[in-house]
T-cell receptor, first 117, second 113 residues
Protein backbone atom coordinates (compact mmCIF):
# COMPACT_ATOMS: atom_id res chain seq x y z
CA UNK A 1 0.00 0.00 0.00
CA UNK A 2 1.14 3.51 -0.72
CA UNK A 3 1.86 5.95 2.08
CA UNK A 4 2.46 9.69 2.16
CA UNK A 5 4.33 11.41 4.97
CA UNK A 6 4.49 15.10 5.79
CA UNK A 7 6.95 15.59 8.59
CA UNK A 8 6.20 19.26 9.30
CA UNK A 9 2.92 19.66 11.21
CA UNK A 10 3.31 23.45 11.16
CA UNK A 11 5.33 26.00 9.25
CA UNK A 12 5.39 29.77 9.31
CA UNK A 13 6.88 32.34 6.98
CA UNK A 14 7.05 36.10 6.68
CA UNK A 15 4.92 37.67 4.00
CA UNK A 16 6.82 37.96 0.68
CA UNK A 17 9.37 35.33 1.74
CA UNK A 18 9.80 31.81 0.37
CA UNK A 19 8.80 28.62 2.18
CA UNK A 20 9.25 24.95 1.34
CA UNK A 21 6.91 22.21 2.53
CA UNK A 22 8.22 18.65 2.58
CA UNK A 23 6.59 15.42 1.51
CA UNK A 24 7.86 11.88 1.10
CA UNK A 25 5.98 8.89 -0.17
CA UNK A 26 6.37 5.18 -0.50
CA UNK A 27 5.25 3.13 -3.48
CA UNK A 28 6.36 0.21 -5.58
CA UNK A 29 4.69 1.61 -8.68
CA UNK A 30 6.57 3.44 -11.41
CA UNK A 31 3.70 5.46 -12.86
CA UNK A 32 1.70 7.74 -10.60
CA UNK A 33 0.65 11.30 -9.91
CA UNK A 34 1.54 13.55 -7.02
CA UNK A 35 -0.46 16.53 -5.87
CA UNK A 36 -0.40 19.39 -3.46
CA UNK A 37 -3.79 20.50 -2.18
CA UNK A 38 -4.62 23.58 -0.14
CA UNK A 39 -7.42 23.51 2.43
CA UNK A 40 -8.34 26.94 3.79
CA UNK A 41 -10.80 27.43 6.67
CA UNK A 42 -13.63 27.13 4.14
CA UNK A 43 -12.68 23.41 4.13
CA UNK A 44 -12.73 23.01 0.36
CA UNK A 45 -9.72 21.18 -1.02
CA UNK A 46 -8.16 23.22 -3.80
CA UNK A 47 -5.60 21.75 -6.18
CA UNK A 48 -2.37 23.76 -6.08
CA UNK A 49 -0.12 21.78 -8.37
CA UNK A 50 0.20 18.34 -9.98
CA UNK A 51 3.21 16.28 -11.06
CA UNK A 52 3.21 13.25 -13.32
CA UNK A 53 5.87 10.78 -12.26
CA UNK A 54 6.97 10.07 -15.83
CA UNK A 55 7.85 13.73 -16.36
CA UNK A 56 11.33 14.71 -15.23
CA UNK A 57 10.59 18.41 -15.37
CA UNK A 58 9.32 19.88 -12.13
CA UNK A 59 5.83 21.37 -12.30
CA UNK A 60 5.36 25.11 -11.82
CA UNK A 61 2.21 27.16 -11.33
CA UNK A 62 2.92 30.86 -10.89
CA UNK A 63 4.40 31.25 -7.38
CA UNK A 64 4.17 27.52 -6.66
CA UNK A 65 6.76 25.01 -7.78
CA UNK A 66 7.77 21.51 -6.79
CA UNK A 67 11.02 19.65 -6.37
CA UNK A 68 10.26 16.11 -7.48
CA UNK A 69 12.96 13.57 -6.68
CA UNK A 70 11.63 10.23 -7.94
CA UNK A 71 14.50 8.07 -6.74
CA UNK A 72 14.32 9.58 -3.27
CA UNK A 73 10.50 9.51 -3.34
CA UNK A 74 10.42 13.13 -2.31
CA UNK A 75 7.99 15.82 -3.46
CA UNK A 76 8.40 19.24 -1.85
CA UNK A 77 6.37 22.38 -2.52
CA UNK A 78 8.01 25.79 -2.74
CA UNK A 79 5.88 28.88 -2.33
CA UNK A 80 7.59 32.07 -3.45
CA UNK A 81 6.56 35.60 -2.48
CA UNK A 82 4.22 34.26 0.21
CA UNK A 83 0.92 36.07 0.54
CA UNK A 84 -1.55 36.23 3.40
CA UNK A 85 -4.03 34.28 1.29
CA UNK A 86 -1.62 31.35 1.19
CA UNK A 87 -2.34 30.59 4.85
CA UNK A 88 -4.02 27.18 4.97
CA UNK A 89 -3.49 23.48 5.55
CA UNK A 90 -1.46 21.94 2.75
CA UNK A 91 -1.78 18.29 1.90
CA UNK A 92 0.47 16.18 -0.25
CA UNK A 93 -1.33 13.37 -2.08
CA UNK A 94 -0.51 10.35 -4.23
CA UNK A 95 -2.57 8.65 -6.90
CA UNK A 96 -1.76 5.56 -8.88
CA UNK A 97 -1.77 5.87 -12.66
CA UNK A 98 -2.67 2.23 -13.19
CA UNK A 99 -5.58 1.90 -15.57
CA UNK A 100 -9.07 1.15 -14.34
CA UNK A 101 -10.38 1.17 -10.81
CA UNK A 102 -10.79 4.09 -8.48
CA UNK A 103 -8.99 7.40 -8.67
CA UNK A 104 -8.05 6.99 -5.04
CA UNK A 105 -5.98 9.74 -3.47
CA UNK A 106 -3.70 8.89 -0.57
CA UNK A 107 -3.12 11.97 1.56
CA UNK A 108 -0.45 12.93 4.02
CA UNK A 109 -1.22 14.33 7.47
CA UNK A 110 -0.97 17.91 6.34
CA UNK A 111 1.14 20.97 7.15
CA UNK A 112 -0.45 24.07 8.61
CA UNK A 113 1.12 27.13 6.99
CA UNK A 114 0.95 30.48 8.74
CA UNK A 115 1.89 33.72 6.97
CA UNK A 116 3.19 36.47 9.25
CA UNK A 117 2.54 40.02 8.03
CA UNK B 1 -20.22 25.85 -14.48
CA UNK B 2 -21.60 24.64 -11.15
CA UNK B 3 -19.08 23.30 -8.65
CA UNK B 4 -19.46 20.41 -6.22
CA UNK B 5 -22.06 21.09 -3.56
CA UNK B 6 -22.68 19.12 -0.38
CA UNK B 7 -25.46 19.09 2.15
CA UNK B 8 -25.92 19.48 5.00
CA UNK B 9 -22.89 21.55 5.98
CA UNK B 10 -23.14 20.58 9.65
CA UNK B 11 -25.13 18.02 11.55
CA UNK B 12 -25.21 16.38 14.95
CA UNK B 13 -26.29 12.80 15.55
CA UNK B 14 -26.23 10.42 18.47
CA UNK B 15 -24.48 7.08 18.64
CA UNK B 16 -26.42 4.32 16.91
CA UNK B 17 -28.33 6.61 14.58
CA UNK B 18 -28.10 6.67 10.80
CA UNK B 19 -27.07 9.58 8.59
CA UNK B 20 -27.30 10.43 4.89
CA UNK B 21 -25.00 12.99 3.32
CA UNK B 22 -25.60 14.35 -0.17
CA UNK B 23 -23.40 15.56 -2.97
CA UNK B 24 -24.08 17.19 -6.33
CA UNK B 25 -21.25 16.64 -8.74
CA UNK B 26 -19.76 19.24 -10.98
CA UNK B 27 -21.60 19.47 -14.28
CA UNK B 28 -20.53 16.75 -16.73
CA UNK B 29 -18.63 14.66 -14.17
CA UNK B 30 -19.47 10.96 -14.09
CA UNK B 31 -17.33 9.91 -11.15
CA UNK B 32 -17.76 10.74 -7.48
CA UNK B 33 -15.66 9.75 -4.53
CA UNK B 34 -16.08 10.25 -0.79
CA UNK B 35 -13.43 10.92 1.82
CA UNK B 36 -13.48 11.04 5.61
CA UNK B 37 -11.30 13.65 7.27
CA UNK B 38 -10.94 13.33 11.02
CA UNK B 39 -9.91 16.44 12.93
CA UNK B 40 -6.25 17.25 12.34
CA UNK B 41 -5.79 14.43 9.83
CA UNK B 42 -5.59 14.04 6.09
CA UNK B 43 -8.64 12.75 4.22
CA UNK B 44 -9.09 9.00 3.86
CA UNK B 45 -10.73 7.40 0.85
CA UNK B 46 -14.07 5.75 1.56
CA UNK B 47 -15.27 4.71 -1.90
CA UNK B 48 -15.82 5.82 -5.47
CA UNK B 49 -18.77 5.51 -7.84
CA UNK B 50 -18.57 5.53 -11.61
CA UNK B 51 -21.77 5.52 -13.62
CA UNK B 52 -23.81 4.38 -10.64
CA UNK B 53 -21.52 1.46 -9.76
CA UNK B 54 -19.04 1.29 -6.88
CA UNK B 55 -15.63 0.76 -8.46
CA UNK B 56 -13.30 1.14 -5.51
CA UNK B 57 -13.45 1.08 -1.75
CA UNK B 58 -11.11 1.99 1.07
CA UNK B 59 -10.76 0.35 4.47
CA UNK B 60 -14.21 1.20 5.79
CA UNK B 61 -16.81 -1.22 7.19
CA UNK B 62 -20.01 -2.13 5.31
CA UNK B 63 -22.08 0.25 7.41
CA UNK B 64 -20.63 2.92 5.15
CA UNK B 65 -22.57 2.69 1.91
CA UNK B 66 -23.32 4.89 -1.04
CA UNK B 67 -25.39 5.55 -4.09
CA UNK B 68 -24.87 7.41 -7.31
CA UNK B 69 -27.90 8.51 -9.28
CA UNK B 70 -28.40 8.83 -13.05
CA UNK B 71 -27.77 12.57 -12.79
CA UNK B 72 -24.44 11.66 -11.09
CA UNK B 73 -25.43 13.12 -7.73
CA UNK B 74 -24.48 10.91 -4.83
CA UNK B 75 -25.28 9.93 -1.26
CA UNK B 76 -23.15 8.60 1.55
CA UNK B 77 -25.02 6.61 4.17
CA UNK B 78 -23.59 5.63 7.52
CA UNK B 79 -25.50 3.23 9.77
CA UNK B 80 -25.06 2.53 13.47
CA UNK B 81 -23.05 5.68 14.04
CA UNK B 82 -20.06 5.50 16.36
CA UNK B 83 -18.26 8.33 18.14
CA UNK B 84 -15.24 7.85 15.84
CA UNK B 85 -17.42 8.63 12.82
CA UNK B 86 -17.25 12.29 13.85
CA UNK B 87 -15.41 13.92 10.96
CA UNK B 88 -15.60 16.12 7.89
CA UNK B 89 -16.94 14.15 4.94
CA UNK B 90 -15.71 15.38 1.59
CA UNK B 91 -17.18 14.61 -1.79
CA UNK B 92 -15.13 14.95 -4.96
CA UNK B 93 -16.20 14.62 -8.57
CA UNK B 94 -14.20 14.05 -11.71
CA UNK B 95 -14.26 12.75 -15.23
CA UNK B 96 -13.09 9.13 -15.30
CA UNK B 97 -9.96 9.74 -17.27
CA UNK B 98 -6.39 8.82 -16.65
CA UNK B 99 -5.59 12.34 -15.53
CA UNK B 100 -8.99 13.46 -14.28
CA UNK B 101 -8.66 16.19 -11.72
CA UNK B 102 -10.77 15.84 -8.59
CA UNK B 103 -12.95 18.78 -7.64
CA UNK B 104 -13.94 18.86 -3.98
CA UNK B 105 -16.95 20.23 -2.19
CA UNK B 106 -16.76 22.06 1.13
CA UNK B 107 -17.76 19.00 3.08
CA UNK B 108 -20.32 17.98 5.66
CA UNK B 109 -19.15 18.10 9.25
CA UNK B 110 -20.70 15.29 11.26
CA UNK B 111 -20.60 15.24 15.05
CA UNK B 112 -21.64 12.04 16.81
CA UNK B 113 -22.52 12.39 20.50
Amino acid sequence: AQTVTQSQPEMSVQEAETVTLSCTYDTSESDYYLFWYKQPPSRQMILVIRQEAYKQQNATENRFSVNFQKAAKSFSLKISDSQLGDAAMYFCAYRSALGGGAQKLVFGQGTRLTINP
Amino acid sequence: ETGVTQSPTHLIKTRGQQVTLRCSSQSGHNTVSWYQQALGQGPQFIFQYYREEENGRGNFPPRFSGLQFPNYSSELNVNALELDDSALYLCASSLETRTGELFFGEGSRLTVL
